[in-house]
């Protein structure tokens, strides 16, 4: 078996009370183990009602899926099968836990397969352990992945969740009240930086290499579109500006210079993305009266876009740290410990592809209030 390139540690344990009033548990001290495996990540966690998040490991599949430029769906779901077990393991005898009080997992939207590799090993546990088991909705725990942090949001907010998949500008009153204020009617941002970083030839994914080489560049050197900034409501593009960065490209090759513009390329590409997500969500907390933002997903580790979101808007900003912006269990877990009210007993595997943010409800104990 390949060893498994895995990022394991015990996190500092922190107590509940450094975490505000944001956060309310249904159920007395819990561990509450997160599986995270909707796409190419295998992701374990241990959090604590008590103490925070007290283990989590991660193993990333990158590599395996890097010679086929993308995701191949049944790649992920072997991998995912092969290294969650020992994930598991690992993250309990870290956390110095037995069996814990409840399992979360990733439930969807994310490859069907990938999913259902979780759920089952979730459900498995759950039925072996006598625990119950709680799906979680991927991008809910995006959202919520800055509550694992020393001073978590308080409701409302404005999340602006953007990830490989989703680009996303969402008011959230409370847990489970997402109201969509707009989102991408073609690529998403991650998907754009993706494909801008294959076209200049830094391979998969390319995002944190474009995001890097970028530094290097000028980023007014290109005139890049700012897609849907005049346009009314919230809605996002990034198609068009792709499509710009491959003319651009195409006629950097006929000149052969594109080895002196890729930097620049880079740069201009970037600036255009960030400065469109940082003028609609301002623009949207604005017109919300919103005093918080909330960054979230895969780009929310752009340094570009953290710095320049911070410095436009007014009132505060709050990130994940930089390894839970992108998928991970900590997130999972964090989220099955505020939805335990949904928990239910090891029966039923649930696993959607497309999975709308807005249908889900608060936790069943709220609504019971
Ligand atoms: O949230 P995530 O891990 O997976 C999905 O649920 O999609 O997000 C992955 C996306 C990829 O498109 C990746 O290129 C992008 O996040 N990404 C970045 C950076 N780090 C990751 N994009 C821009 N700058 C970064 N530093
Ligand atoms: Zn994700």
């Known amino acids: 078996m390949r060893p498994l390139r895995s990022r394991i540690g015990v996190i500092n344990a922190r107590k509940l009370a450094s975490v505000g009033t944001a956060l309310r548990y249904d159920a007395a001290l819990m561990n509450i183990l997160g599986i995270e495996t909707s796409c190419d990540e295998t992701g374990v966690a241990l959090y604590n009602t008590d103490r925070g998040l007290i283990a989590e490991a991660l193993h990333s599949q990158v590599d395996l899926h890097a010679v086929y430029g993308g995701v191949v769906p049944e790649i992920a779901s072997r991998d995912h099968i092969r290294c969650l077990l020992p994930l598991v393991r690992q993250v309990l005898n870290d956390a110095k836990v037995a069996r814990p009080d409840a399992i ?68 959230v009153r409370g847990l489970g009240d997402y109201e969509i204020m707009g989102t991408t009617l073609d690529d998403a941002v991650g998907e754009a930086f993706d494909k801008s970083a294959k076209l200049l030839g830094l391979g998969y994914p390319g995002g944190p290499a474009l995001a890097a080489l970028a530094e290097q560049g000028d980023e007014t050197a290109y005139q890049f579109p700012r897609p849907m900034l005049k346009r009314k409501g919230h809605d996002f593009s990034f198609s068009g500006l792709k499509t710009a960065v491959m003319l651009e490209v195409r006629k950097a090759e006929k000149a052969e210079n594109l080895d002196e513009n890729r930097a620049n390329l880079a740069a201009s590409f970037q600036r255009a993305a960030i400065d469109t997500l940082v003028i609609k969500a301002v623009k949207a907390a604005e017109q919300e009266d919103l005093e918080r933002i909330v960054v979230a997903g895969g780009v929310g580790a752009n340094r570009l876009l953290r710095s320049e979101i911070s410095r436009r808007f007014a009132g505060t900003v709050h990130y994940p740290r930089m390894q839970f912006c992108t998928d991970n269990g900590a997130m999972i877990a964090i989220a099955g410990a505020l939805r335990v009210a949904d928990a239910a007993s090891a029966t039923e595997i649930k696993a959607q592809a497309r999975w709308p943010l807005d249908t889900l409800c608060p936790p069943q104990s709220a609504q019971r209030a």
């Open 104 to 171: 979360a997992y990733t439930a969807g939207p994310g490859l069907v397969g990938a999913l259902m590799v979780g759920g089952g090993m979730a459900n498995g546990l759950g039925a072996a352990w006598d625990c119950p088991v709680i799906p979680v909705h991927h991008m809910e725990g995006h959202l919520l992945a800055t509550m694992l942090e020393e001073d978590p949001p308080a409701f409302p907010f404005l999340a602006l969740l953007v990830s490989g998949g989703h680009t996303m500008l969402i008011k």
